[in-house]
């Protein structure tokens, strides 16, 4: 078989590598790839954007399955042309991807359908949100409704920040059209939890639940990343939560998008708060989550391209989905000073017969030499009989990888560690 990747992240790689493991395929292609993949996929400079050309190459190389992986080429309808031509994707169709692509369109779908969530107002008048927030509950959350690479959430914990947040995203436009209408939502607490789950519209089988650590420093101190470790499976999500998750949360999307005529296949995350008054949806994401892909991937034991084909063609009630018992630990190394200002193209050593992966994304070849290329760089994964022994896996790994100014996190895992001790 002949498959081509969308994307060009860590998140990317870990799925490049788990397809690699199907003996019917004979090539992956990645559009546009990175340094990383291409020493696994062959890489095209195409980017996840170009929609028409990717169409192109994939009718030109006779892909026989395309994968999907980021949000904007979903958003755009890259599966709809892809299907267009006569090619199956795994990966959701425009109308459904809008899950993701309008955090307005999904609050209000949580609000018509009973689907437990933070209270909120929507505004497409910047005078007018201003006006709420000289009055409202503080600390507040304020959302761009479009994309915005995963920065488009401010929590503000004073009544100015919440001010300096509306007029950034709605008059300063930093953003663009994405900021045209803003979703303002009551201030959650309690444990984040991550869950991916497969879907074929019908059935929906979740994913090891993870945790996701997003700021730049120790002890979430810092500025907001797009995720500088995770682990898996998350201490928080018991058996017990996990029930009401699938009775509350995740069957009922999947009805609801449904009943909209807006079919969801491919993956679909769940961004939870486990609340004192049980768990609500942060926010969905219409694919793989990264970091946290390249912690559940490598705990699935069955076929992943296998799995995606039944979400693809309505047959995932027939597939065996199973996970390691397992953990797994993912140490993001970065460039120094990301996600402000850091310098690249620095040459990368890995280490060679060594175990665990190690996920590449900010990173290109140069003369056949993998230099840094991105803010986070790449990430080392270690699986493991405990968390423990996935932590400190990951952390070797991650350590016998070099490059100038590299950056990591110490505390990955620390909190669930913690955690677990006081679920006991």
Not at 98 to 120: D, H
Not at 253 to 276: P, Q, V
């Amino acid at each position: 078989m002949n498959i081509l990747v969308v994307g060009s992240g860590g998140r990317e790689h870990a799925i490049v590598k788990k397809i690699k493991e199907n003996k019917d395929v004979k090539n992956i292609y990645a559009l546009p790839g990175n340094g990383g993949i291409a020493l696994d996929a062959t890489c095209v400079n195409i980017g996840a954007k170009e929609i028409d050309k990717i169409v192109e190459f994939a009718l030109e190389n006779k892909i026989d399955y395309a994968i999907v992986a980021p949000d904007d080429p979903l958003v755009l309808g890259c599966v709809d042309a892809l299907n267009k031509v006569g090619i199956d994707c795994f990966g959701p169709n425009k109308d459904a991807a809008i899950i993701e692509g309008s955090k307005v369109f999904s609050k209000n779908l949580m609000k018509k359908y009973g689907i437990p969530t933070a209270s909120y107002n929507v505004f497409n008048d910047a005078s007018k949100a201003l006006e709420f927030v000289k009055t409202c509950d503080i600390p507040i959350v304020i959302k761009a409704d479009g994309l915005a690479l995963g920065k488009g959430v401010i929590i503000a914990t004073e009544r100015e920040q919440a001010v300096e947040a509306i007029n950034s995203i709605m008059l300063d436009k930093i953003f663009g059209n994405s900021g045209n209408e803003i979703v303002i939502e009551e201030y959650l607490e309690g444990p984040e939890v991550s869950v991916l789950a497969f879907t074929d519209g019908k059935t929906l089988v979740p994913m090891v639940s993870s945790m996701d650590h997003k700021r730049i420093g120790d002890y979430d101190t810092g500025l907001n990343t797009g995720g500088m470790g995770t682990i898996a499976p998350n201490p928080y999500y018991t058996e017990e939560v996990a029930k009401k998750c699938m009775e509350t949360i995740f069957i009922p999307t999947i009805n609801a998008m449904n009943s909209e005529n807006r079919t969801f296949k491919g993956c679909l995350y769940f961004g939870l708060m486990l609340t004192k008054n049980g768990p609500k949806v942060i926010e969905y994401n219409c694919r793989f989550g990264d970091p946290e892909t390249q912690v559940v991937l490598p705990l699935l034991k069955t076929d992943l391209l296998e799995v995606m084909k039944a979400t693809t063609y309505g047959t995932l009630d027939k597939c065996n989905v199973e996970f390691n018992n397992g953990s797994a630990c993912c140490v993001i190394l970065a460039s120094n000073g990301y996600p402000q200002k850091y310098e690249t193209g620095y040459e990368i050593t890995l280490p060679t017969g060594v175990d665990g992966q190690v996920y590449v994304a900010g990173a290109k070849l140069d003369g056949g030499v993998l230099k840094t290329s991105g803010g986070r760089v790449l990430g080392a994964t270690a699986i493991g009989a405990t968390l423990e022994d996935a932590i400190k896996g990951a952390y070797e790994l991650a350590n016998k990888i070099e490059f100038k100014n590299k950056y990591s996190r110490t505390d990955i895992g620390q909190k669930a560690l913690k955690a677990k001790e006081l679920i006991k």
